[in-house]
Nanobody
């Protein structure tokens, strides 16, 4: 599975962005899909994930502001980010996991495939 993330950019606080993660090489429908982010000097952290059943999971820091969704017909996963804050600034990565139990969804090592990352910068 090859993952290509896009949609990052520079936005003012309070603004919105939509990230996309397009997959090739294999259909995503059976994979758990996740978004992670990594700010300079910090560890990679979980943002959101969605199962093939469309069950979703969110980090507390983004709950109510971000929405993860998937379109299996387009083999693409999205992350709609609203009410952005300067602390959301990071490189955002999409990832895919074939089999992951719920308790491990927030752990980066649970994911087998990773995209290249897209930069999101939120100015104050």
């Amino acid at each position: 599975v090859q993952l290509q993330a896009s949609g990052g950019g520079l936005v003012q606080a309070g603004g919105s962005l939509r990230l996309s993660c397009a997959a090739s090489g294999r259909t995503l429908s059976s994979y758990l899909m996740g978004w992670f982010r990594q700010a300079p000097g910090k560890e990679r952290e979980f943002v959101a994930a969605v199962r093939w059943s469309t069950t979703t999971y969110y980090a507390d820091s983004v709950k109510g502001r971000f929405t993860i969704s998937r379109d299996n017909t387009k083999n693409t996963v999205y992350l709609q980010m609203n009410s952005l804050k300067p602390e959301d600034t990071a490189v955002y990565y999409c990832a895919a996991a074939l089999r992951t139990i719920t308790s491990m969804i927030r752990v980066p090592s649970s994911y087998e495939y990773w995209g290249q990352g897209t930069q999101v910068t939120v100015s104050s």
